[in-house]
């Protein structure tokens, strides 16, 4: 059994950012009080807004110092549609932190959730999508030449080692969702008939799910792959792609399962993860308390599984268990905030998330 606490960064940002991780700490103090777990939290006021007035960001020297004392990085939302940083980009600490700390996959777990109302009717839809974040397009290698008025270039890198890695998070998620009952199905979304690139994404995914035959495997063209989301969303339980086409895929089953305000996410290394809401700072709606604290619960309860699984603990992947037990039934049964229909706040779905969880 663990005995010494776990150390968690909080960052909680911007806008909404701040109201939801609030909420999410008071569900982590039940989570302490009920399940034997030690959770110390250190909190980062790291934001856009503290960029404006201050012109401070988070250093390099600031992300070793969180990346050397702290188990995992618990984030809200960062980014403000007027704040840009240096370089003249939206400012988020997001992209810095997948970069210094190598995440290499981002988990976008997306389900319909009974008692919410997707775009798709009566369509079963539990999918986890697995993205690759520190290459493909946005690798940052740039252009061949300067772009100008006339061509602008950019390039696709796929290596061996990254792809490996990236495929051996997809199985073993795939072996660890078949425990509650999800098929254990790992599909590649590709476009190998057009790309170098992913030729070779395919090849090290052949390799990989030959290694792994126990779990069944399944590739699929990414034009084709978009479609049958939508169609039949069935078909997928884990699917796993390179960084473009898993920066739409993910959106698109953020959209199937319900909406942003109920989509978590996670950008994870072999040693390191950020658990943050797929959602921005949603500057609409900031300080009215009518965000939907759900999609930062469900990022709360990734980070203690992926906490247990590291640490084979299973004290902490039953909290992280529990928190989404006790979110499916208030999904189920209200409060609801405006964004799912409701007129429920933030406190009250809070409110009712810590009541489920201490039933
Ligand atoms: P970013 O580019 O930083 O991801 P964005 O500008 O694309 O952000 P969001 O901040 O995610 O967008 O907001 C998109 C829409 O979804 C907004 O109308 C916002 O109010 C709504 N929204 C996002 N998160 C939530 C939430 N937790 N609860 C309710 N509504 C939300």
């Known amino acids: 059994m663990r005995t010494k606490p776990y150390e968690i960064a909080v960052i909680p940002g911007d806008g909404i950012g701040i109201e939801i991780v609030d909420a999410a700490l008071a569900l982590l103090d039940k989570c302490e009080a009920h399940y034997g777990i030690r959770l110390n939290r250190t909190r980062y006021d790291f934001s856009a807004e503290l960029y404006r007035s201050t012109g401070r960001k988070i250093t390099a020297a600031e992300m070793d110092e969180i990346g050397e004392t702290k188990d995992a990085v618990l984030f809200g939302a960062m980014g403000l549609p007027d704040v840009r940083g240096p370089e003249g980009l939206e400012l988020g600490a997001q992209v810095e ?103 070779l994404l395919e090849k090290v995914f052949d390799e990989v799910a030959a290694r792994n035959p126990d779990v069944e495997s399944a590739k699929h063209y990414i034009d084709v792959g978009a479609m049958y989301m939508v169609t039949d969303p069935e078909r997928y339980d884990v699917i796993v792609t390179e960084n473009i086409f898993g920066d739409i895929t993910s959106e698109i089953a953020a959209g199937i399962g319900g909406g942003l305000g109920i989509a978590p996410s996670a950008d994870v290394s072999l040693t390191h993860g950020v658990f943050q809401p797929s959602h921005g700072s949603a500057p609409d709606i900031a300080g009215r308390g009518v965000a939907n604290p759900i999609a930062m619960f469900l990022s709360a309860a990734m980070m203690l599984e992926w906490l247990g699984e590291r640490h084979s603990d299973p004290l902490c992947t039953r909290a992280g268990q529990c928190i989404q037990a006790a979110v499916e039934i208030v999904l189920a049964e209200g409060p609801r905030t405006p964004d799912l229909g409701g007129s429920a706040s933030t406190h009250d779905v809070t409110e009712a998330v810590l009541a489920a969880l201490a039933s």
């Open 97 to 199: 932190m997948r970069a210094h700390y190598g995440l290499f996959a981002s988990l976008r777990p997306v389900r319909l959730f009974a008692g919410v109302e997707g775009p798709l009717k009566n369509q079963h839809v539990d999918m986890l999508v697995i993205r690759e974040t520190s290459e493909g397009m946005f690798a940052g290698l740039g252009d061949l030449h300067e772009p100008n008025d006339e061509s602008a270039t950019d390039r696709m890198t796929i290596t061996r080692a990254t792809s490996e890695k990236l495929f051996d998070v997809a199985f073993s998620q795939a072996r660890a969702r078949r425990k509650r009952g999800t098929p254990g199905r790992v599909t590649l979304l590709h476009k190998s008939n057009a790309l170098r690139s992913n030729v």
